[in-house]
C-alpha cells in the first residue's frame, strides 16, 4: 500500500469520528508546483476552496508556513480564516495571532542593508534576482548560467561582510536564503501555532505538516512523534519525514478527502 492510500485511509477513518484535523502545509512544491518563476506558482482554484472549506470547519485548523514573505504568501492564498507563516516562520499572522520573532527583528536593518547592496550589484550577474522580504532576503540564481553562479556566491559574500553581521545562509532549490541568526526554524514555528490552536480544536486532533523543502526538515525532525509528517517529492532520498507523497496531485488529492471529511454531518 501507498503511503497516500494509508494517509488516506487513516484520515477517512480518523474523520468518522469525532476528532478534529490540524493541518500544516509548506507553499511552493506542496500546495503549488515548483516553476521556473516564483512568481508564476498560482494555487489553483480547487485547491484553494479545499483549504476554505477546511477553514470553515470547526472541526479544522490550517496554517500555510512558507519562506515567502507574509504579505505575499497572504495574497497568493486568499483566505481570511487560516494562520499565515511567511519567513520561515519568523513572522505569523492570523484570526486573533501576530508575531514577529524579537530577536530577527532586531536584525532587521542589517538584513535590509545586505538586501540593498545585493540589489545593487545584481544587474552585474545576469540572470541573477534578488528578492528583499520583511526578514528575510533570497537571491535566486535559476537563470544564471553555470559558469557564472560563482559569482553570485562573491556577490553575496561580500554584501555580508560589507554590512559585518552574522546571518544564516542556507541553499536551495536554485536560491540562496540569507536569514536572522536566531534560533527559529519551521519546527518551532508550527510548535508555537499548535499550542494557540489545540484548545479551539475538538479532541482528539490528528496533525499533519506537509512540505517539499530543506527547511521543512527541521520542521519533520522537531514534530517527529506529535504530527504526520509528510514529505513531498522525491528529491531528498532520506527525508525525515514519516510518510511521502509523490508530488503536488497526491496533495490536492488528500486535501480534497479532507475537506470532504470535515463538510460530513459530525457524529453523534
Known sequence: MSDLARLLAWADEWLAGPGSILLMTDY?????PIVDDPADAVLATQTREDLARLARSPRAGVAVISGRGLEDLRGRVALDDIIYAGCHGLEIEGP???FRHPDALAQQDMLWAVGD???RHAPSVRGMRVETKALAVAVHYRHVAADEIRRVEIELARAISEQGGRLKIFHGSKVIEVLPQVAWTKGE???WIQERLRASLPEPVLWLYLGDDWTDEHAFEVLSGQA?????????PASKAAYRLDDVTEVHQLLALLADGVAAESPA
Open 28 to 32: 511552493d512544491g506542496t500546495l503549488t
Open 96 to 98: 486573533d495571532l501576530a
Open 117 to 119: 547592496v545585493l540589489v
Open 189 to 191: 514555528c508550527a510548535l
Open 228 to 236: 504526520l509528517t509528510i514529505r513531498v517529492g522525491d528529491a531528498v
